[in-house]
């Protein structure tokens, strides 16, 4: 953990073109999917982020041949060496989408041993939608202190139908079940499930794999097991959260920004809260997409000089994504009015609103519910980074402060975001990390 802080001043308008990194949450499942396909597989558009890095470290440990090209993004990792099927605890501990590679060893070795995760600060986080959904689909499961071992029970290639009811549409859920059920034998339902945009690369590199998958009406995910699956190339998608990020920049220093490799269809309602704040967005399209439907690639905007309240609440795909929650929220901190937001994902994702107020927000919170009542200026201060969203949170609030703003906490920041404070700076933004203090 990095002792380091992050300092900012007071920015004018971000101005200027970026072009996206691959999305962090894209690229952490499909590492671990390359685990079911015995062979050499190629990445793209791979962020470098602490995350990417421990998710590399685990697949080596398993025995996989990893090779990470950092300047251009590209990683190659070869899974035929796979010997090892133990998830130790310190990865664990350090990144809980480690829980994802219980499908794919699963699937592909017939067994797993991971170490259980810890509490989380933004929640409870529990695994047991994973943990019922394979039960279901016939592994054995159980506890050995801090481990969970996992077996394919010899009875599992009789099922040939497995209807998976999630009770809640869970990401990691979702992808952990449909990896797995990928080389089950027979056909497995997936009901209630997950359809964020990461979820659906994860669906575009099995199909590339050889799996057969299909999304059906009403949030199934239809999959029919097959023998093998083969290695694959692929460019990972690029990171919604980074373009929310880097627009929300734009809007809280009354800036203009160009994305262009931004998809707009996979933050729609996101882009409608920011029009409804006043600010100018346009979309691109590109109805020539090879995969049928229309991307809208590339977001432009303008910002108001007089940001208006909004009100939202955060919720599954299509809704309000819960990442970008804490960002959103410092920028309605010097919005015009008031405004309401409603965290439902996850129960303790307010945090920032705390050392948003230290800045001089007047924000009021109820468990899951602010309250923001927009204000003139906030005030440079001394905050904490509580998880990843709040330290994107506090950067963006720094950036419009009076005076120096210094977060700590920036290990979180390191685990989401690759180079993003070069991104911001190449926009004009004051903002300088201090990795050692
Ligand atoms: C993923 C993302 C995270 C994002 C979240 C929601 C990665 C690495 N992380 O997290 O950035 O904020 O999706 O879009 O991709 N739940 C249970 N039991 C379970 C699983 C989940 O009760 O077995 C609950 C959680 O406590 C939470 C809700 O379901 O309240 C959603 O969690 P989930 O969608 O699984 O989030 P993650 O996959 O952990």
Same mark, same amino acid.
């Given at each position: 953990?990095?002792?380091?802080?992050?300092?900012?001043?007071?920015?004018?308008?971000?101005?200027?073109?970026?072009?996206?990194?691959?999305?962090?949450?894209?690229?952490?499942?499909?590492?671990?999917?390359? $685990?079911?396909?015995?062979?050499?597989? $190629?990445?793209?558009?791979?962020?470098?982020?602490?995350?990417?890095?421990?998710?590399?470290?685990?697949?080596?440990?398993?025995?996989?041949?990893?090779?990470?090209?950092?300047?251009?993004?590209?990683?190659?990792?070869?899974?035929?060496?796979?010997?090892? @099927?133990?998830?130790?605890?310190?990865?664990?501990?350090?990144?809980?989408?480690?829980?994802?590679? *219980?499908?794919?060893?699963?699937?592909?070795?017939?067994?797993?041993?991971?170490?259980?995760?810890?509490?989380?600060? $933004?929640?409870?986080?529990?695994?047991?939608?994973?943990?019922?959904?394979?039960?279901?689909?016939?592994?054995?499961?159980?506890?050995?202190?801090?481990?969970?071992?996992?077996?394919?029970?010899?009875? &599992?290639?009789?099922?040939?139908?497995?209807?998976?009811?999630?009770?809640?549409?869970?990401?990691? #859920? %979702?992808?952990?079940?449909?990896?797995?059920?990928?080389?089950?034998?027979?056909?497995?339902?997936?009901?209630?499930?997950?359809?964020?945009?990461?979820?659906?690369?994860?669906?575009?590199?099995?199909?590339?794999?050889?799996?057969?998958?299909?999304?059906?009406?009403?949030?199934?995910?239809?999959?029919?097991?097959? /023998?093998?699956?083969?290695?694959?190339?692929?460019?990972?998608?690029?990171?919604?959260?980074?373009?929310?990020?880097?627009?929300?920049?734009?809007? $809280?220093?009354?800036?203009?920004? &160009?994305?262009?490799?931004?998809?707009?269809? &996979? *933050?729609?309602?996101?882009?409608?809260?920011?029009?409804?704040?006043?600010?100018?967005?346009?979309?691109?399209?590109?109805?020539?997409?090879?995969?049928?439907?229309?991307?809208?690639?590339?977001?432009?905007?303008?910002?108001?000089?007089?940001?208006?309240?909004?009100?939202?609440?955060?919720?599954?795909?299509?809704? @309000?994504?819960? /990442?970008?929650?804490?960002? %959103?929220?410092?920028?309605?901190?010097?919005?015009?009015?008031?405004?309401?937001?409603?965290?439902?994902?996850?129960?303790?994702?307010?945090? &920032?609103?705390?050392?948003?107020?230290?800045?001089?927000?007047?924000? %009021?919170?109820?468990?899951?519910?602010?309250?923001?009542?927009?204000?003139?200026?906030?005030?440079?201060?001394?905050?904490?980074?509580?998880?990843?969203?709040?330290?994107?949170?506090?950067?963006? #609030?720094?950036?419009?402060?009076?005076?120096?703003?210094?977060?700590?906490?920036?290990?979180?920041?390191?685990?989401?975001?690759?180079?993003?404070?070069?991104?911001?700076?190449?926009?004009?933004?004051?903002?300088?990390?201090? /990795?050692?203090?």
């Amino acid at each position: 953990m990095s002792n380091g802080h992050i300092l900012l001043r007071k920015s004018s308008e971000l101005h200027g073109t970026i072009e996206l990194t691959g999305a962090k949450n894209a690229v952490l499942v499909i590492i671990a999917s390359l $685990i079911l396909a015995n062979g050499k597989s $190629i990445l793209e558009n791979v962020p470098n982020s602490a995350d990417v890095q421990q998710m590399i470290a685990l697949l080596t440990d398993l025995g996989a041949q990893v090779y990470f090209d950092r300047e251009n993004n590209r990683l190659e990792v070869d899974t035929s060496t796979i010997d090892r @099927f133990e998830v130790k605890q310190e990865i664990m501990n350090k990144m809980r989408a480690s829980i994802l590679v *219980m499908g794919p060893l699963l699937a592909r070795f017939g067994r797993a041993k991971v170490a259980l995760p810890g509490g989380c600060l $933004i929640g409870a986080r529990p695994i047991n939608y994973h943990l019922l959904g394979f039960k279901k689909m016939g592994v054995l499961l159980e506890e050995a202190g801090a481990f969970l071992n996992a077996v394919l029970s010899s009875h &599992h290639s009789m099922q040939n139908h497995n209807r998976i009811i999630l009770e809640y549409p869970s990401v990691g #859920a %979702t992808e952990n079940l449909m990896m797995f059920a990928t080389l089950v034998p027979g056909e497995t339902y997936i009901i209630n499930a997950a359809l964020e945009p990461e979820v659906l690369d994860l669906v575009d590199v099995l199909r590339k794999m050889g799996a057969k998958i299909e999304i059906c009406d009403g949030m199934i995910i239809r999959i029919k097991g097959v /023998d093998k699956l083969n290695p694959i190339n692929h460019s990972v998608i690029p990171d919604r959260l980074e373009a929310g990020a880097l627009l929300l920049a734009a809007c $809280i220093t009354q800036g203009e920004i &160009h994305l262009p490799t931004a998809r707009a269809d &996979h *933050m729609d309602i996101f882009l409608e809260k920011l029009r409804e704040m006043g600010h100018e967005v346009t979309t691109g399209t590109n109805p020539a997409s090879d995969l049928g439907y229309n991307m809208h690639q590339g977001i432009k905007l303008k910002a108001t000089k007089f940001p208006k309240a909004v009100s939202f609440k955060t919720g599954p795909y299509p809704g @309000f994504p819960t /990442d970008l929650q804490a960002p %959103t929220m410092a920028t309605l901190c010097i919005a015009d009015g008031v405004s309401t937001v409603e965290e439902t994902v996850f129960e303790n994702r307010m945090m &920032h609103g705390q050392e948003l107020q230290k800045m001089g927000a007047q924000i %009021t919170i109820d468990r899951t519910h602010a309250t923001i009542r927009g204000v003139e200026m906030l005030y440079g201060a001394e905050v904490i980074a509580t998880d990843i969203r709040a330290s994107c949170a506090l950067v963006l #609030a720094g950036l419009v402060a009076v005076s120096q703003t210094k977060i700590t906490g920036i290990h979180h920041w390191r685990r989401g975001y690759e180079k993003l404070e070069r991104k911001i700076k190449l926009l004009g933004g004051n903002i300088e990390i201090f /990795d050692e203090e």
